[in-house]
T-cell receptor
Framework: DTAVSQTPKYLVTQMGNDKSIKCEQNLGHDTMYWYKQDSKKFLKIMFSYNNKELIINETVPNRFSPKSPDKAHLNLHINSLELGDSAVYFC????????????FGPGTRLTVL | EDKVVQSPLSLVVHEGDTVTLNCSYEVTNFRSLLWYKQEKKAPTFLFMLTSSGIEKKSGRLSSILDKKELFSILNITATQTGDSAVYLCAPRGNYGGSQGNLIFGKGTKLSVKP
């Protein structure tokens, strides 16, 4: 099926650990995104990648680093996890950055203990 | 600063009722506004609006944009229990930089009772 997929779906880890979340899209899109949805259900952009270049970084802590090995993948690496990082992280993709529909992955629920 | 306000924050109705969800926004160099439906997991796309006064329609759902008054509404007629979800409004600014991103509102949680 054509889609945006993320792994893992659930991630439980201790404070201070380093973890990665993977995202893949097979829609042929050229732009991918990471969003964070906190406990209040507020969905907020973290990063956008267009043609393998980071073009928007919404002042997230530098413990978060997106890595894009190719146009179909945008992974999120998080260092030194903190309690406040607990949230659902959504990956999304679109064709072009301006004004187009974004397709979302199923989300990864991260719990930091 | 860009801002999106959705109202009401939550709404409980019975099957068959008609609901109107509101979204007001302040976005620099507005370009478009998207509506998403979020059930248990990922948001799914409903509509993209770019022009004022032109109603977009899909089955029982419809939406319209007013670029002068900076708001959009989403209507759902003859609601069904499957319409229960959080409805997210997301305006977008001009291409490039932070203005190219979708800015999501907090959503309206709709619960439809049988």
């Amino acid at each position: 099926d054509t889609a945006v997929s993320q792994t893992p779906k659930y991630l439980v880890t201790q404070m201070g650990n380093d973890k990665s979340i993977k995202c893949e899209q097979n829609l042929g899109h050229d732009t991918m995104y990471w969003y964070k949805q906190d406990s209040k259900k507020f969905l907020k952009i973290m990063f956008s990648y267009n043609n393998k270049e980071l073009i928007i970084n919404e002042t997230v802590p530098n413990r978060f680093s997106p890595k894009s090995p190719d146009k179909a993948h945008l992974n999120l690496h998080i260092n030194s996890l903190e309690l406040g990082d607990s949230a659902v992280y959504f990956c999304a993709s679109s064709q072009g950055l301006g004004g187009n529909e974004q397709f979302f992955g199923p989300g990864t629920r991260l719990t930091v203990l | 600063e860009d801002k999106v306000v959705q109202s009401p924050l939550s709404l409980v109705v019975h099957e068959g009722d008609t609901v109107t969800l509101n979204c007001s926004y302040e976005v620099t160099n507005f370009r478009s506004l998207l509506w998403y439906k979020q059930e248990k997991k990922a948001p799914t796309f409903l509509f993209m609006l770019t022009s004022s006064g032109i109603e977009k329609k899909s089955g029982r759902l419809s939406s319209i944009l007013d670029k002068k008054e900076l708001f959009s509404i989403l209507n759902i007629t003859a609601t069904q229990t499957g319409d229960s979800a959080v409805y997210l409004c997301a305006p977008r600014g001009n291409y490039g930089g932070s203005q190219g991103n979708l800015i999501f509102g907090k959503g309206t949680k709709l619960s439809v009772k049988p």
